[in-house]
């Protein structure tokens, strides 16, 4: 069983940036995809990046060219680079592994979660 550690949120201003990690334990990310999620105060959980372990990676329209998510296996660790932030990335950003290399994008795909990490943008 995979047991997944979310790390890197905190406070940026608008146009600044933050880079979130999320480190495994438990087991390794071979064969696995690895998503990112975010929720709003009062919003669904939405699907914001996600990676398979043979490197496959998938980004929703709102953060394309803003935010890059990377998976480096030797330390089973994904981390998700987000650039140009805006007041609007403002939530708790989640990680989330299911065992599969399909990359899917409905939070009920994954089995595994990680704890929140908030992420807060100034204007």
């Known amino acids: 069983e995979v047991q997944l550690q979310a790390s890197g949120g905190g406070l940026a201003q608008a146009g600044g940036s933050l880079r979130l990690s999320c480190v495994a334990s438990g087991d390794t990310f071979d064969d696995y995809t690895i998503g990112w999620f975010r929720q709003a105060p009062g919003k669904e959980r939405e699907g914001v990046s996600f990676v398979t372990s043979d490197g496959f990676t998938e980004y929703s329209d709102s953060v394309t060219g803003r935010f890059t998510i990377s998976i480096d296996n030797a330390k089973n660790t994904v981390y998700l680079q987000m650039n140009s932030l805006k007041p609007a990335d403002t939530a708790v950003y989640y990680c989330?592994?299911?065992?599969?290399?399909?990359?899917?994008?409905?939070?009920?795909?994954?089995?595994?979660w990680g704890q929140g990490t908030l992420v807060t943008v100034s204007s």
């Open positions: 989330a592994a299911r065992s599969s290399l399909t990359i899917a994008t409905m939070p009920h795909k994954y089995t595994y």
